[in-house]
């Protein structure tokens, strides 16, 4: 993959990873096999964004709504998930990445979530990129999550509900911290967002690609990075 021709390198990409199951349906696979191959996937633009001088990547791996899928599918995820957190923490702190998972936390297996907080804990005072995982997430949840907590503090006199901004809101979301993303992708050519980054996606530039997931290559990430920086972003600006 070349990075020559790239001369605007967006600073957050988020991508929703769709298509597993139907690339493993066109296969012959199980859905499981879909998915093993989109963790792969998913290492090697991880890889690519890093490379490329990205510095947030955040990846949609599992949605709230994903919890209400076959329990034998729910149980292969969170397999896949605990394997790659297990096999891919040293290599992602030594190449400089830090992990932050976003989602509804209080949803995960006990296991999942002791991994998921070691490598947050390891990997909080990397620099080269910040990985992002969205797992048991869901952008409305999320913002009813903030709303409480502002509505809470306000209740009990910590916070004046006449100095409530959209700062105060962002900094009560789980991506707290972080900038909006400059691109979003999707693969599978579906062209909607589900319930993915409301909030922080309302000026953000979206590309839609229609390869399945397992497919998406980082010569193709490197081709919606071309088209991005063809964009001119006015931020709701007159033309």
Known sequence: MTERRLLKVPQHVAIIMDGNGRWARQQNLSRLEGHKRGSEVAREIVTAASRIGISYLTLYAFSSENWRRDPNEVSGLMGLLKLYLES???????????????????????????????????????????????????????????????????RDHRLDPEKITEQVLEQHLYTAGVPDPDLLIRTSGEKRISNYLLWQLAYTELIFVDKFWPDFTPEDFMETLLT??????RFGTAA
């Open 228 to 233: 991005f920086q063809n964009r001119e972003r």
């Open 88 to 154: 891919e923490t040293e290599e992602l702190h030594k190449e400089g990445v830090r992990l932050k998972v976003i989602g509804e936390r209080n949803q995960l297996p006990n296991t999942i979530l002791s991994l998921v907080e070691h490598v947050e804990e390891l990997t909080k005072t990397n620099k080269k990129i910040t990985l992002q995982m969205a797992i048991s997430y869901g952008s409305r949840a999320e913002i009813v999550h903030a709303v409480t907590e502002i509505a809470q503090k306000a």
